[in-house]
């Protein structure tokens, strides 16, 4: 197994099958996972990766529905829709695409989510959950990259690990699981953030560097020791004057850190293709969920 890059397919093609025997499982009992995604506004992005989370869970024979919000939508209508799919008991999962329009409140929406159909991890109750070491639902993006340390076998049991990035969606799941008493985890965690004075003084300590804060190639060669690991979880689209216009690069500096470090993931094709597995697992999980 070449560890040098730590590509997210074969991991994501592995969780694959195995979901598939729990699918025609759940279909010999007249249970469909099935996902609502809830989309706001016309961000280009948002509606490519809801586009491809909806056309994997057909792919897999799951149910998927979109439903779009124009970008000026009030509030109390996007609450309205999550209490109805949250009463819908054909509907195991519910996502709300982020970012949202900045006049709605997305605490508010993502609060408004029955804990047990938040197949994204972010409602309260979830996180709370997940501090305590016992998670109903792991955000999709940490777990991906817990899944990729799985499959290529590296050890992080009393490592120091670096999270570069404190938001809610990775940040901080993933350095609250890395030291949770977990199989993949007993990590010793630093978490940096904007605000951390001399960051490469605690980079360069690191054993594992888990960058995510959406500034391109900011992770550079001299931050880093030798044989260091780097989950690169930053997707940045950077214009050049190709033919498509831009090109998408990492927060790593793949070109300077690739003949330094042990592993690393790249970008594209490290911890992207494990976001969406992970939340078709976790649909699947909470429809298993409803079996009596």
């Known amino acids: 197994m070449n560890r040098k890059l730590l590509i997210g397919k074969p991991v994501s093609e592995n969780i694959k099958k195995s979901l598939v025997e729990k699918i025609n499982s759940l279909s010999k009992k007249n249970i469909i996972p099935k996902l609502a995604a809830i989309l706001v506004g016309d961000n280009p992005a948002s509606k490519i990766y ?18 779009h919000f124009l970008n ?13 799919l949250n009463k819908d008991k054909s509907t195991h999962g519910i996502l709300l695409q982020l970012p949202l329009p900045l006049h709605l409140n997305s605490k508010r929406i993502l609060d408004s989510i029955d804990p ?27 777990y991906g990259c817990l899944e990729i340390l799985r499959y290529y076998k590296i050890n992080v049991k009393s490592k120091h690990v670096v999270v570069i990035g404190r ?6 799941p993933i350095a609250a699981l890395l030291s949770q008493k977990f199989d993949i985890g007993n990590s010793t965690v630093t978490l940096c953030h904007s605000q951390t004075k001399n960051l490469s003084k605690y980079t360069k300590m690191a054993d594992v560097i888990i960058v995510a804060v959406g500034i391109p190639a900011m992770l550079k ?9 780097v989950i690169d979880v930053g997707i940045n ?3 050049d004057d190709s033919q498509k216009g831009y090109h998408i690069i990492g927060d790593a500096d793949y070109s300077s850190l690739i003949n330094k470090v042990s592993s690393i993931t790249p970008v594209p094709g490290g911890v992207g293709p494990m976001t969406i597995t992970m939340l078709l697992n976790n649909t699947i999980a909470s429809a298993e969920k409803t079996i009596i």
């Open 50 to 67: 809801v586009k491809s989370k909806y056309k994997t869970f057909i792919k897999f024979n799951c149910q998927s529905e979109i439903h």
């Open 72 to 84: 000026d939508s009030n509030e109390n209508d996007i609450c309205d829709l999550i209490s109805r």
């Open 116 to 142: 047990n159909k938040d197949v994204d991890g972010l409602h309260p109750m979830n996180l709370g959950r997940l501090l305590q070491g016992n998670p109903n639902f792991i955000p999709c993006t940490p």
């Open 167 to 172: 938001s809610n969606l990775v940040g901080k």
């Open 221 to 229: 060669s001299n931050m880093v020791k030798k044989d260091a690991v």
């Open 237 to 239: 689209r950077v214009d």
